[in-house]
């Protein structure tokens, strides 16, 4: 199975947001992991190439931004494997409050640098 987010943006972090991803029914399952993109309804992270994980398990993700931490559980909907680390997709069943309101406004800061005209460079 091969599910994908259909989100309006996914805003990229430049630096991956630091945090632990633990497997919701197994404890002994768990790793670093660091977040690189997130949308209203999930995000990406990239965690070691062998974690443990398969489709459809069902996570409780710790990360930090912007110094603050939030947890959010979810579903893991795709998986590839990238040389040393391996790539994951997830579906958050629901964002802390808080982390919504971050996230549209990550989503609006996309928007204003779309509206802006391209910069013309010189040869």
């Known amino acids: 199975m091969n599910e994908r987010r259909h989100e309006p943006f996914r805003y990229p972090f430049q630096t991956p947001l630091p ?4 497997k919701k029914f197994t404890s002994h399952v768990s790793g670093p992991m660091e977040v690189k993109d997130i ?3 999930g995000l990406r992270f ?6 443990g994980l398969s489709m459809k398990d069902e996570l409780i993700l710790t990360f930090i931004f912007e110094n603050k931490t ?3 559980e979810g579903r893991l909907i795709w998986m ?6 391996m790539t994951c997709g997830v579906h958050v069943f629901e964002f802390p409050d808080q982390l919504k309101e971050i996230i ?6 996309l928007e204003a640098v779309q509206d802006d005209p391209m910069e013309t460079k010189s040869p």
């Open 19 to 22: 945090g632990f991803y633990n």
């Open 70 to 72: 939030f947890t959010a």
């Open 46 to 51: 990239s965690c070691d190439s062998q974690p």
């Open 80 to 85: 590839k494997t990238e040389e040393q680390q």
């Open 104 to 109: 549209e406004e990550l989503g609006d800061s």
């Open 39 to 41: 949308s209203m309804h």
